[in-house]
């Protein structure tokens, strides 16, 4: 289903600002906001813990064992991008390194997403360039086969267009579609802002029993409690 | 990225003729003709060996552990379908088994291919209803969540649109883009006009180093012989 | 959790006649009789296809890599029992070929569930003793650690009692507590007796929509169809 | 095998103080104490490293992408339990996040154990709210089905009655039966009494071929040592 | 640790008549014969049923995704020859199809291992080319990077060099050292001598337990049984 | 293919200077400078994170769930060592754990690479004891079935042979032969000159399209750019 070969370099991305503010939100209140769907599956991992980011997406779709349009792909990032990189088939190598890392951040991108793996993780984290990965490998590429930047392309089980959103935390990768972005962050803070209130209530020994009201629809689904 | 709750009932399917004769041609070379995409992950499995189809996608997005979407996509369906099904999360329960079926092949429907498990499959092979799947499982499902009849869904890891051609038979499933369709059984049709005088050639002896002319690009490539 | 070194040789079976006749029903409809529990993961797979057993279990607990208790197992078996084998770790080495067959055989046993490996499987169908297992491994077992023999087990995630009722075929394996037999053989019958009826139906061309009264509560959940 | 809809509220909790003492032993300790059963599936990790903690189950039975029956789980809880939640089908989606955790603290709750994902990880980490999981997702939840709570689980493969003592630290999760709870103390207080004096001899040279004397038994095997 | 680029045509095979013979013991007696060592993973499966070969080893290393050398394998190949393949990191793809198989069988060779995928395999049945691999899969490759054949090679965990016999059935694959065939094929034939022997016993209702003496062992470790 | 029940006293060691150099220039830059072999599986990950070691292999093999071999290695370990340990089937069992590695560290180990699991890991951090492993488990193992020390071994898919060189660190572990020791760090060194320069370059917002020159070869290749 993909287009191979080509590079797309006009792209429409999301608003910044909304793409910018999504980032606080977390990919799980975000999740929950978009009626739990767009998240790329949960082997997608931190290579370190406690980064926060989003960021408009640039995709580009690699062979397996092949990074060579990974150079391709820098020339089309702006400041606050994100890339999103897919593979044709299953894949652990190592794609991406200290060395595109450095030309990435110097051409503003905040973070990688790869359905495959990367390595000089330590390094990474030292630089402070966050990557989700589903692998860690010292294994390198080499640079032989066309694929494609700024396609539509599928990553780690989820469609994601360039310009969409891509909101990624310890917990995981949303992408959220740019036509849905500032819908998105409202209905996000909006979920926000109603769970401080319901934090004390919880931190004060109320039960989700009593403030969600679950009391009435347990019984009525049958629920008996022994003694 | 899914839009639920949504049942688009025209969709525009891939010309019928053409959908039609790629099944003989098979999922490897089909995919080859694409230039190597578009082809499911290969842990979709046929439930039982020897089926080799192809017909134009109905596309349903369901829920882990919930099938209630098949039943809105069994109305959806014309004769010559193939059913997409594509799941929110990892799920291996049994969506589907003989009654689904029954309906199914009573609407006209040629296979399922689900990204998820099915039950059933000793009656599914009886009744001559092949099923790609990545499990077999007896666990069946609830029904009470919504999910959307032919939106675009990935399945295993590929892009699907309603209307696309399907092709599946003992190696994988192919997904053939409704627009390339045509351009894709022509190319497929060709590289299998090649292969009969490849296969004589080689059934007689000759090597593919010779056939193909390799020996030169892997001297070239500095392929050393030790006696 | 698990009692190491004892065989308890006086265990209450369930009753015969109930046993025997939740073959023919199959793992999935007993699945669905007793409330959509008591499966064993869906990577237990037949050895080979056509399958359809029950019977009454023996239990016994292994160790990676050491059968002995598997000979220990083959004198508590009589006529009609089921062989249900865990172990106390991973493990997918062939615990089980033909010569212990030959003697489960000679006990009366009916078939062989093991979360692990087994191996003589060519030799094993043409005995006719089907066994499920999770993988087919060639590597055989030492005998240097004690188990223990019809002590309550967990196989595949599921806890199986000895006299318990195994209901296995091509879709899965199920476990049916002792007490619970008869009761969930009535509702599994009375399933199978509407599956009929539905059946024709279906093949007529009805909708599972209006057979099971779907289209309200899918348009009361919010079910939008686009043209 | 499980019983559904329904919650114990009355069970028999481990000894208290016996529970609160086998944190400090460690999960390695107290499964060799038990003659090396017990463990649940080392799949289980903890979201964030250094946590060692000991309690009395509470259980809990959900279903694929259902966390309903963690609210009522919540009411159940005494201070020194610990909640285990087991899931009747394989699924990663995130059961639990802060809201959850702020509530199962004000209970007294000392940890979760789930055979599932979680979420918001960084805020439990903040909260000093220990989980061990098998996965970590942003995917929330619905509340649609009733499971059932304080009845036996199976949890990444071990059986979990309530009332048992839970140990888990950065090696894995062991269950301890609560009549045998008093027995493991005793049992690993003198295995670790035993392990100073030999950390001692190790660390300055000797051998264990020559702390356990086990050149003899080596050399009975057949060991042989060649220069 | 591999030499990349590099063809060995002079390899020393394992004695033609003790190879030819190690076919018929199978896989697990053959592995039982070696000291329960040289098995290839389990994950290593026939992709049709009821094969039962053996052979010397023509060895192949390929990069995940490129199956050039194949083509260079080909040529090395001599009657009663099992080709092995090995490949520099996971894969999946179908590095092998029917115009390989064609070649190959043309060329004399009996079978091929491979730690990856092919395709074709319904044709590769009707031609009677078996195959061992972990994956089937349309996916094709690219011919672009050398890699070397007749090198010792780790195929799916196991170290084979070229001229050792491969033994493979439908319970696995073992790899028997050259220098060992002789020997093996003598214990493996002693262990099926005997093993008609035990069969009629076990067949006859005779336990294991008394046949291979196992009652005072057990009883000696502390096997305890209760009424 | 393994010979058992041996031990090699004498092993011919890498030159100890260049195994020592090694550590510094990293796992991928060393498996790049090999050619892209010797490379561990990635699933080998280190317990804690920031270590960067190498050392010369001693080698172990050990079956499923006994680590009776390892005090048999620990003998042959000299200062400088880095022990690795095969095991001749898959397991995640806890080999190793605090006492072991007080006596390897005593005995001069650096560290322990493993395919299989390890438990302690909090205590081996505290002891400053790095492992590479592919589990984490508190699964303790029994001592009753001979292995070997110091012959070649396959761990987590790579040969290694007694004497070669480890290095291991977040990236991974990769293996070079002794007698490639001191042109793989020439080769490495190498290639760390050059990357100084080409981070600097980057920074600098030089895409790598320019400065590896690879404008043309996309060109010849047909990728095409879409405004």
Not at 113 to 141: N, T, Y
Not at 161 to 185: F, S
Request: aromatic share 4%; net charge neutral.
């Amino acid at each position: 289903m993909y287009e191979l070969g080509v590079v797309y370099r006009n792209i429409q991305r999301a608003d910044r600002a909304v793409a910018d503010q999504l980032a606080a939100l977390g990919s799980a209140t975000v999740h929950e906001a978009m009626g739990r769907v767009g998240l790329l599956k949960p082997d997608m991992r931190p290579i370190y813990p406690g980064c926060q980011v989003s960021g408009t997406a640039v995709t580009v779709l690699l062979h397996p064992g092949d990074n060579w349009m990974m150079h391709v792909a820098a020339e089309q990032i702006r400041a606050g991008d994100v890339v999103v990189a897919a593979i044709t088939a299953e894949c652990t190598d190592g794609y991406f390194g200290d060395l595109l890392a450095t030309s990435f951040q110097a051409r503003g991108a905040r973070a990688l997403i790869i359905d495959a793996g990367v390595r000089d993780v330590k390094e990474l984290q030292r630089m402070g360039f966050p990557v989700w990965s589903k692998a860690i490998s010292s294994k390198g590429c080499i640079k032989a086969t066309l694929g494609s930047v700024n396609i539509p392309v599928v990553c780690a089980g989820a469609l994601v267009h360039p310009g969409d959103v891509i909101v990624a935390d310890d917990d995981g990768v949303v992408c959220v579609p740019a036509a849905r972005a500032a819908a998105t962050l409202d209905a996000a803070l909006k979920r926000e802002a109603l769970e401080g209130e319901k934090r004390a209530k919880l931190a004060s020994g109320v039960l989700g029993l009593d403030m969600y009201k679950m009391r009435e629809p347990l019984a009525a689904a049958g629920l008996r409690y022994i003694d």
